[in-house]
């Protein structure tokens, strides 16, 4: 399967606080989060970024949990480019302080 693009298809699977992004080779990213829709970790194959699948990801979540919820720390510099290029009202970092811990 390919897009108009000529990509391999790719799709999404849910399960317990996971997303991941597949195509029928490999997992292109995933996504783990916080039933609260808080991302507690995002990852896409450097291959595969900058073409959107972060993005998708996070809509995932959003549709799965039913809000968008923030980046939690600690985010590494390409996480925060990643914010940055996110639509600021979309998607909020948490403070260092603001983890409850358990």
Do not use: K
Not at 49 to 78: F, I, K, N, Q, W
């Amino acid at each position: 399967m390919t897009d108009t693009a000529g990509a391999t298809a790719a799709w999404l699977e849910v399960s317990d606080g996971v997303v991941l992004l597949r195509d029928r080779n490999t997992t292109l990213g995933y996504c783990r989060f916080e039933p609260s829709g808080d991302i507690e970790y995002l990852y896409v194959q450097p291959r595969h970024r900058r073409l959107g699948h972060g993005r998708r990801l996070l809509d995932e979540v959003a549709r799965v949990t039913g809000r968008r919820g923030r980046l939690l720390p600690p985010l590494s510099p390409l996480g925060r480019a990643f914010a940055a290029s996110v639509d600021p009202d979309s998607l909020a970092i948490a403070d260092d302080d603001s983890q409850m811990t358990t």
